[in-house]
């Protein structure tokens, strides 16, 4: 159970709210988790249930009101860099060169000049992506010899000043390569022995240019510290479907199956029909996960295809304006109507899709068996006003008020935590 963040309520019962636009319905929460789903009391019950709580709208106990507004599952950051996030400050110009390696030197550069990483900074953008709904993260931050494990403790830090607000999952992550920088995994070592839950690596080939050795060591720590698996590849074509051939290889072999994720993964969406349809039936097999930040430009990831196979697929901010790029603001709902609109998605049944991977079906991305609006579930709890989930994904309108482990912790666009 969540402990209580400062100025937040606890919920015992959020009534009169429609879960995925379905009927009226009464959510009875008991320690964090939703342990009933009743039909939307009737006004007397609703009185009676009111006098016996401890409170009403605020306060320990509290019956909530949703007027009948739309609920949908706490959003799931599943790829995310609150580390490096200049969120809060001043306008910060972009510079440097462009492209990986450019980003990289650039980044390296400066981030000292920001505080970066810091528990202030990353605190300001947690908090924006509290207010807009988002519940659950899994963030890759920064492990080099310049930071070592600094960026992690400010993580953590920062999450646990929230009071439960937002939970997170992170992947230690080697921004300026693996094995072209000496000593950098035995830093992956080290997070994986401090409770980082995954290792990450980045562009086998073209940053180490050692794909195999990259890989070899990577699944190296996994299998000795029993941690995941996160790999940023931007690689493209050939290239990049020769790498995931290899991490599909590397995980049937290690037995890791449900446990490695192929991030951005643009040569998927690249590849012609039947090479992708063959590279994508491996993936499913072997359990490995795709995440998408859903980028204007690049081909679509296949994701009907992706689902049909087996390979789940989680949606993610990447970095919120930060020294990679000014864009970028923590809505993962909006997020959402970029991801449906790049996908091609008009259907209703494709727009529900798109909010499905931004919310319920991302939970296994951040550790959680079941995320959802179902009995058993942490009770985290999005409300807007739409009509129905289509009309949701492609407006995406204010957060009326989110609900993280039974407590309200924003309402109306004004975070509480």
Do not use: C
Not at 160 to 179: C, E, H, K, M, S
Not at 326 to 335: F, V
């Amino acid at each position: 159970m969540r402990s209580p963040g400062p100025g937040t309520s606890t919920v015992t019962v959020l009534r009169d709210v429609r879960p995925w636009g379905g009927e009226r319905s009464d959510l009875h929460v008991v320690d964090g988790l939703i342990a009933a789903i009743v039909p939307h009391a009737s006004a007397a019950s609703a009185a009676s249930a009111a006098s016996a709580a401890p409170a009403t709208d605020g306060g320990a106990g509290a019956v909530i009101d949703g007027g009948g507004l739309l609920a949908l599952p706490g959003l799931v950051n599943a790829h995310a860099h609150v580390d490096k996030s200049w969120w809060g400050k001043p306008w910060v110009s972009y510079g440097g060169e462009g492209g990986v390696q450019g980003r990289i030197a650039h980044e390296r550069a400066h981030r000292g000049e920001l505080g970066i990483p810091g528990v202030d900074v990353t605190l300001a953008v947690l908090r924006e992506s509290v207010r807009t709904g988002t519940t659950a993260v899994r963030t890759h931050v920064d492990v080099d010899l310049g930071v070592g494990l600094r960026g992690i403790e400010a993580v953590r830090e920062a999450v646990a000043a929230l009071g439960g607000a937002v939970t997170a999952q992170i992947v230690a992550f080697p921004q300026d390569g693996v094995l072209r920088r000496p000593g950098v995994l035995e830093l992956l070592d080290a997070a994986a022995v401090a409770g980082a839950e995954h290792v990450g690596g980045l562009d086998p080939a073209s940053i180490d240019r050692d794909p195999v050795g990259q890989l070899d060591g990577l699944f190296a720590i996994a299998e000795r510290r029993g941690v995941g698996i996160d790999v940023h590849l931007h690689d493209g074509g050939d290239l990049g479907a020769f790498q995931i051939e290899l991490i599909i290889d590397r995980t049937l072999r290690a037995g890791l199956q449900g446990k490695v994720n192929v991030a951005h993964g643009f040569a998927v969406g690249q590849l012609a029909a039947a090479r992708q349809a063959e590279l994508v039936a491996a993936m499913g097999e072997a359990g490995i996960t795709m995440t998408t930040v859903a980028p204007i430009g690049a081909a679509p990831l296949p994701l009907h295809a992706l689902r049909d196979a087996g390979v789940a697929v989680g949606l993610g901010t990447d970095g919120i304006r930060d020294l990679w790029s000014p864009y970028g603001t923590g809505d993962l709902l909006a997020l959402t109507t970029q991801l449906a609109r790049l996908s091609g998605f008009r259907y209703d049944e494709d727009l529900v899709t798109a909010a499905r991977i931004a919310s319920a079906d991302a939970g296994r991305f951040v550790g959680r068996p079941v995320h959802d609006l179902v009995v058993g579930a942490p009770a985290d709890v999005v409300l807007v006003d739409a009509e129905n989930v289509p009309d949701a994904v492609v407006r995406a309108p204010r957060r009326a008020l989110v609900v993280a482990g039974g407590r309200v912790v924003a309402r109306d666009g004004e975070v509480l935590v």
